[in-house]
């Protein structure tokens, strides 16, 4: 059979023969995405779409953090997928949108730290993970309020910590916040490395330039008229719903930051006035999240399973539900909390936000910070090859 290139990963050389795919089982994920990567090189048909495919370009040989940083370079618009004369039935089976996720979906485990969290995360599904944690809040919640409290009606300044003591939300609230910083900031230093790009840091310039590409969803327009989803017609619907809960969850993020401001620096304790900064912004970016939320459960729903790794959709779909709660939680909070209902409902809000921060770090949320780092690779390779700089 005749051989069309020489890939080349880990240091193995292997040729790349017309031949029918191998499975995902067969070949792993790492080699079966070179395989299709390398058809892709040498085809270029899609380089209009997104980053990866440029990317590519630059790479006649592939290796194992090649693969990873181009994966995470894919933001799963899937227009690829659609316009490729290789994809199957053909014996090709070129299915770049599932072969990158299934190398990304490797990497939530394989960069986690520290492995004996990312091992018992493996082992276990995410939505019992999560489950387990908010039980635990709750359990501990009942524990230290009692049955009584919980169900009485409290107003006024600090209304809240009647319910729940102060130390009991803030300390264990920090606990979580900086366990989940400190697994993002080891999973980030393993990913760089993985990536090939071990001592060299990112340059001001790229870190500024991946920053604006995340917050204008640069890549979710599968080349320009939008992403093909859930079906195969192009729309800007998916950038819309990445907005709503990225942009939602920074008002949250907001909101949340300015509320510790009032209360440990100026003293004015929650409950705050519903024109307030804090009630506002976390009203705003908990809308803008559960209609983002739910837009995406639906749209996933009824997307098209041809392009899609079945494991990644799953732990997508955990993540978003478990966001989607937190902000509907939230949301209820606020809006009962002069009543009897004030106790339960934010202890079920303080459970699942638990639940969030500590599932957080193994699952879908991580590819926040991967997806940045790759573009800011992007960005530095970009700036060093000798073309004109991006706006």
Known sequence: MPTTGKPTIDGAVWPLVVREAASVSQAGVFEEAARQLTVCNACRYCEGYCAVYPALELRRALTRGDVTYLANLCHDCRACYYACMYAPPHEFGINIPQALAEVRRDGYRRHARPRTGAGLFAATPEVLAACAVAALVVGLALWLVGPARMLTAQRGAGAFYQIVPYWAIVLPGLGLFCYWLGVWAAGARVFWRDIDMQGRAPSPRAALGAAWDVLVLR???????????????????????????????????????????????????????????????????GVAMILGAVGMLVAKGRSDRRPASGPMSGIEAVFVITLGLASLSGLLTLALRSTRVLGPTLVIHLAIVAALFVTAPYGKFVHAIYRYLALVRRRMEHDSDGRPAEP
Do not use: K, M, N
């Not at 003293?267 to 006035?273: K, V």
């Open 219 to 285: 890549w979710l327009r599968g080349g320009g008229p939008g992403c093909p989803y859930p079906d195969e017609h192009p729309s800007r619907a998916r950038a819309v719903l990445h907005s709503l809960v990225f942009y939602g969850f920074l008002a949250a993020a907001a909101s949340t930051t300015i509320a510790a401001i009032y209360q440990d620096l100026l003293g004015r304790l929650p409950p705050y006035p519903l024109a307030s900064a804090p009630v506002v912004l976390g009203t705003l970016g």
